[in-house]
């Protein structure tokens, strides 16, 4: 999963410090703006951001009518009620809603907008899990852990890969630990400020602020004083749309997953879901039910794809006639092969032509199963778009799962995939998101995903950072480009999108991960560019269409 949790460093850890060290103040640089609260749709000529050029791509565009696209998303659900993407949602016209039969007979009970692969039964859903090598660990130890040379292992590849799974989960375990200890201290500063700062605005226990009613709050002591810059410190850092209940609650969420690859819950599969994940049997499960607590991540990529335009609410998203097909299968934790394989399989079965993923791990124990599912998508003319991951790590030598360099050796680079890595809102020595993966051959391009403001559940936006939001940004342009041109194949769209990105290559950036350490953005991805609506759009207008009419 890739729910970047941006507290791990920045305006949370900074916060802690000024509430219990309030000397240190002074001495920390200032927070950067916010940039604009749509600025990845914008044109850096125009404005100075570098947007995807969203107004230029329309304008081109205006002549020509559009034809409607569906668009998958694998995600974490939605909020099916938000509206800015009620309007826009597939709707599956084989199923009667409700009636309890699975109609159109394709084993989905009532799949009206999609599907829950982590669904059971009485309308739970599995969606607090743990990390793949947290599982296969506790799977594997029992046979594997008191064999100390791979001489002693009967089956010596069997072996080899518990060996690779124990160094990843102990690395895991470590920087859960790690984390806990800086990050629990974050959470009692913000709870206890938080505190401080309600009861000076004179809210409830439950009540919730943001940082334009920080002006209303009079520091009377040291306390409430430092109270009041610790949040408008937190607020500058979030954006637009933060509220203190939301901040709070993404970082208990990403608290309890760091605590389930310590104590982890092994059971939950079994236990709600009911069947097994490490069998590919063709039975069906899961549940046609699409909103749960973890649904903030989900809406808020399904909304950069096509949230309703010009509505005067929420976001613009980039696609203007899309159909959003929701599929849930993404846990806070990692995903299951199983479950990616067939959420694939259902968009592809059911109309879609885009499908967003917006998760990885570095585990995969069944990744054929994934593999299957990208060539079927292929086979299919499907694009498969994906976020490379929040790891700041080099993706051509640390490879994070899924991917396209297929197990059977077929193929190292699939025409129908799209790996998107995340830049910011300036040209400079930021543009590359200081956690975004990178790879010159793994990662395809880069695309906004540093503080982009996307739709959320139960509230009209938020700011967030991750590759899990440049990916849907350009998976919008996908569905956009097929809106116009539905005769181009998937890997013409992927042409469109990778040869409209100007390579970059007088910027010099700071690598990601790194506070000193430069490279050239052209190194960074195989186009060493940044996605364009506008170029895209022109070049697929000079394309010669693969496909037959539809």
């Known amino acids: 999963m890739f729910h970047f949790c941006k507290y791990v460093t920045g305006a949370a850890l900074s916060a802690v410090l000024l509430f219990n060290y309030p000397a240190l103040a002074q001495q920390l640089p200032a927070a950067e703006a916010a940039p604009p609260k749509a600025w990845h749709l914008l044109d850096l000529k125009e404005t100075g951001y570098y947007g995807v050029s969203l107004k230029q791509a329309y304008l081109f565009v205006k002549a020509k009518k559009s034809k409607p696209v569906v668009v998958a998303t694998i995600d974490s659900g939605a909020d099916t009620l938000q509206k800015d993407l009620k309007p826009v949602l597939w709707v599956n016209t084989k199923e009667i809603p409700g009636n309890g039969i699975d109609d159109d007979h394709n084993g989905y009970i009532d799949d009206i907008h999609g599907w829950n692969f982590l669904g ?247 990744k054929e199963w994934v593999d299957a599912a990208f060539k079927y998508a292929a086979s299919k003319n499907v694009l498969l778009v994906m976020a490379a991951g929040n790891d700041n790590k080099d993706m051509d030598t640390e490879p994070e799962f899924p991917n396209d360099t297929f197990l059977d050796g077929s193929a190292t680079d699939a025409d129908n995939v799209i790996s998107v890595g995340a830049s910011g809102p300036r040209k400079g020595q930021n543009l590359a998101g200081d956690f975004s993966n990178y790879g010159k051959k793994n990662v395809d391009v880069f695309a906004p995903g540093v503080k982009v403001t996307s739709i959320t559940t139960d509230a009209e936006t938020a700011t967030e950072d991750g590759t899990s939001f440049a990916s849907p940004i350009t998976a ?75």
């Not at 046979?143 to 799974?165: F, G, H, M, P, Q």
């Not at 696609?319 to 959003?324: E, T």
């Not at 350490?517 to 170029?535: D, Q, R, W």
């Open 476 to 550: 919008g342009i996908a569905a956009l480009i097929l809106e116009y041109y539905p005769n181009l194949s998937a890997r013409q769209l992927k042409e469109a999108i990778l040869g409209s990105a100007t390579p970059l290559t007088t910027t010099v950036v700071l690598k990601p991960g790194s506070k000193t350490e430069k490279v050239n953005f052209t190194t960074l991805s195989k186009t060493g560019g940044i996605v364009n609506a506008y170029k895209a759009l022109q070049l697929a207008s000079k394309m010669k269409p693969e496909l037959a009419g539809n």
């Open 120 to 366: 059971g039964p009485d309308g739970k859903a599995d969606f607090t899990e743990t990390t793949e090598e947290v599982r296969e660990y506790n799977r594997l130890k029992g046979k594997y852990d008191i064999i100390t040379d791979s001489a002693a292992a009967e089956n010596k590849k069997e072996y080899a890969y518990w060996l690779r799974v124990k160094t990843v989960h102990d690395s895991t375990v470590n920087k859960a630990n790690t984390e806990i200890a800086q990050l629990s201290p974050v959470m009692n500063a913000l709870m206890v400020t938080s505190g401080y700062i309600k009861r000076s605005l004179n809210l409830p226990a439950n009540g919730t602020f943001t940082r334009a009613d920080l002006v209303r709050v009079k520091a009377a002591n040291d306390t409430l004083s430092q109270s009041k810059y610790v949040w408008e410190s937190v607020f500058m850092q979030e954006g637009p749309g933060a509220d203190n209940a939301r901040i709070i609650k993404d970082l208990s969420e990403y608290l309890a997953k760091l605590n389930n690859d310590i104590s982890p819950d092994l059971t939950s599969r079994k236990r709600i879901v009911g069947d097994d994940p490490d069998v590919m049997d063709g039975k069906p499960y899961g549940n046609n039910i699409l909103k749960f607590a973890d649904a903030a991540h989900g809406t808020g990529v399904a909304g950069l794809i096509g949230a309703v335009r010009n509505n005067n609410y929420g976001i613009n998203g980039v696609a203007d006639n899309v159909k959003l097909m929701i599929i849930k299968a993404v846990p806070n934790g990692d995903e299951y092969d199983k479950d990616i394989a067939n959420a694939i399989r259902y968009a592809v079965d059911n109309g879609a032509r885009v499908v967003n993923m917006s998760f990885g791990k570095k585990i995969s124990p069944h």
